[in-house]
């Protein structure tokens, strides 16, 4: 299924897979590959025979960042009116559950998109950073926000400021990723969380999903003003009725996502 310059996409059963695939570069993030990312994950998003979408990069990293060499020359008008940045608010509106895989490098721009990811898992050799400050410039596309959010201002400050990388270890410490595994095992232990994950009830996952990220811009009253709503909204599915009943005649559930 692939038409895309910058990434690879595949589908395995329920997950769609997308690969970021400049390896010569360490995947370094262009314009054009971000929009073909998002342009991937709003096709996953729409097709039914999808329930999780896997990112991952291919070759020896996740992602270097930003292509430095495409923006090296910008001028702040240029980047003002190229916009690129609407492209990441896209990936913010996708409604199924993402995994990000992270291998090697996931640097600026590229920790950026795995802090876009629902879940992370990553290989012990990952090394997350924001190496912004080095180049004179600082996270553009989320990364202030969404990691301070994530760890507080402490760490975000350090890590910022300084540029340093972040270990598994340490993103394990700090809430960053959910789990690590050795690289050799990533890729499977990833499809086989994914797999699982497929088979929960895709709008209860759906509706848990868009209550928690809702959770991380509003006030906790707003929040749970949205989240009763949306459990009131899956009383109006099959998948509730199915799920209830199962458990009443002590049988698995057969969820149909509607
Ligand atoms: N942009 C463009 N090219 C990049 C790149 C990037 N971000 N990162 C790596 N590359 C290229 C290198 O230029 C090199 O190309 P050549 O073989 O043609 O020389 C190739 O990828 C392999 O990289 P290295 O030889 O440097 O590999 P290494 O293992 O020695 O070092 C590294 C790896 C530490 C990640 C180093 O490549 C590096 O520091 N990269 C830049 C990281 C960075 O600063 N990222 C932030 C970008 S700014 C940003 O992301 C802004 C934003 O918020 C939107």
């Known amino acids: 299924s692939n ?6 996409t595949t589908t395995q059963g329920a997950i769609g897979t997308i690969e970021l695939n400049r390896p010569k570069v360490l995947n370094a993030l262009n314009t054009k590959m971000i929009s073909e990312i998002v342009q991937a994950m709003e096709g996953f998003d729409k097709d039914d025979n999808i329930r999780v979408i896997v990112l991952s990069g291919k070759g020896r990293a996740f992602a ?4 430095i060499d495409e923006m090296a020359n910008a001028s702040a008008m240029d980047l003002e009116l190229l916009n690129q ?19 090697g490098f996931a ?3 590229a920790f950026e998109l795995a802090l876009c990811c629902d879940l ?22 989320g990364g202030t926000q ?7 201002k402490t760490k975000a400050m350090e890590w910022l400021f300084t540029g340093k990388r972040i270990t598994a270890k340490e993103a394990l410490h700090y809430g960053i990723i959910n789990q690590t595994f050795s690289k050799e095992l990533l890729f499977e232990e990833t ?63 057969q969820f149909k996502g509607k």
């Not at 038409?3 to 690879?8: D, R």
Request: charged letters at 25%; aromatic letters at 12%.
């Open 64 to 67: 270097a960042g930003a292509d």
């Open 191 to 253: 499809y086989k969380f994914a797999e699982q994950l497929a088979k929960q009830a895709p709008i209860s996952i759906r509706l848990i999903k868009e209550s928690v990220l809702k959770a991380i811009d509003h006030s906790i009253y707003e929040g749970m003003q949205f989240e009763r709503k949306n459990f009131y909204l899956l009383f109006s599915s099959e998948d509730q009725k199915e799920g209830m009943k199962a458990f009443i005649e002590k049988r698995q559930p």
């Open 85 to 103: 940045f609407v492209d990441w608010d896209r990936l913010a509106l996708i409604k199924k559950p993402i995994i990000g895989a992270v291998h």
């Open 120 to 141: 992370l898992f990553a290989a012990e050799d990952a090394e997350f950073g924001f190496p912004e400050v080095n180049l004179g410039v600082m996270p553009g596309a």
């Open 107 to 109: 640097l600026g721009g």
């Open 3 to 8: 038409s895309f310059e910058f990434i690879e």
């Open 146 to 152: 969404r990691l301070t959010k994530l760890v507080g």
